[in-house]
């Protein structure tokens, strides 16, 4: 406010709450001989506070309020993934240091550090990636001057990103398959969920998802509208919609993995308390739990070792799929849409590398014409 004394001169009397601090400034100020310059002061006063508000901030106060924006334009999944990456990562790296007193040379050694961390180039770009997004919002909503991560660049993808990704032949699923007694109701079931995955391409979470409801027996198909996730430590399982739109598909099923599909709906059931809302692939006394992602993980590597077959991951059922339909003529078009994918370039870009076979075929081709 401003005011005049009793000899009239003008002063001001200012209060100001840092919300990074939590303390409140309060400063008078007085011996002006105009309101307007009295006016000007208090002005500059609470300016300046304003200014220095950002070195109070650590890069984990704007971190966090970067992550709590985002979060409606995110899955909840995406969120606590990169939560994970900033305290496990980033954090760490750069301690209490107020914001605006991290440099460009302290950036270039967190990403000299990335460069070294034993994980894929993936992980580590999103780590980079994550932390210039922090940066960039301390800039736009925190009036930070200087962005020491502006600059910084994802790192190239090195020979390891590029090798092949493991996959299975028809045979080695076969084998693998072989594992589960049929006659079993609950060997049955896990058998029914890696065919499906085999034979489908589907997603793990597109799978843990399935209800008997999306299972149309009369067209031969199941229908993937949801995809369930179980990465959030200490919480129920979070059902969402699939990774995107051109997810929300049909499937046509083969004749034998639909008969699973046909025996493991009457095997269920029959069992009380029933219901079609429930998930396929469901806990033995838990219906409305799915297979937990560790129980799936655990189970596949212990077929695995008993039949000394190549490791793959759970995602590599997916790429075998892919690679055996393209391998075998079925055109690129048609395995795009199955699979889900958003457009024909990315079953491309994904796939392509997959494919010896597809190559060979290229290479007859050629000769042929030569």
């Keep these: 406010m401003i005011g005049k004394t009793q000899n009239n001169q003008y002063y001001f009397r200012a209060s100001h709450y840092d919300e990074n601090t939590g303390k409140r400034i309060r400063k008078y100020q007085g011996g002006f001989k105009t309101k307007k310059e009295a006016k000007l002061a208090e002005q500059i006063f609470l300016s300046e506070l304003t200014q220095n508000s950002t070195p109070h901030m650590t890069l984990q106060d704007v971190a966090y309020d970067y992550l709590q924006h985002r979060l409606p334009y995110i899955e909840q999944t995406s969120h606590m993934n990169n939560k994970r990456l900033l305290d496990t990562y980033i954090l760490p790296h750069f301690k209490n240091k107020p914001i605006d007193q991290i440099s460009k040379l302290d950036c270039r050694r967190f990403i000299d550090k990335m460069a070294n961390l034993d ?109 369930v996730s179980q990465k959030r430590t200490g919480q129920a399982v979070y059902v969402k919609s699939p990774k995107t739109s051109s997810s929300i598909r049909k499937v046509s099923l083969d004749d034998k993995t639909l008969d699973m599909l046909k025996t493991e709906y009457l095997l269920q059931s029959q069992k009380k308390g029933f219901k079609p809302t429930q998930f396929i692939f469901s806990r033995t006394d838990s219906p409305n739990i799915p297979f937990a992602d560790t129980t799936i993980e655990n189970k596949k590597r212990k077929i695995i070792r008993n039949f000394n077959l190549k490791y793959i991951r759970f995602h590599d059922f997916r790429h075998s799929h892919a690679s055996i339909l393209i391998g075998n003529g079925v055109d690129i078009v048609s395995v795009s849409a199955r699979l889900g994918h958003s457009s024909v370039d990315m079953t491309l870009k994904v796939y392509t590398h997959l494919l010896p076979s597809a190559e060979r075929k290229a290479l007859v081709t050629i000769n042929t014409l030569r």
């Design 119 to 227: 994980r894929s180039t993936k992980t580590k770009n999103d780590i980079i990636t994550l932390m210039k997004a922090a940066f960039s919002h301390a800039e736009q909503y925190f009036d930070l001057e200087n962005n020491p991560a502006r600059q910084l660049k994802r790192l190239p993808k090195t020979l390891d990103d590029s090798k092949q990704s493991s996959i299975w032949t028809v045979e080695d699923f076969n084998l693998f398959i072989s594992y589960f007694n049929l006659k079993d109701a609950e060997d049955h079931r896990w058998a029914t969920f890696y065919s499906l995955a085999f034979w489908t391409g589907m997603r793990r979470g597109e799978l843990l998802g399935l209800t008997f409801e999306d299972l149309d027996i009369v067209n031969k198909q199941i229908s993937i509208t949801k995809s």
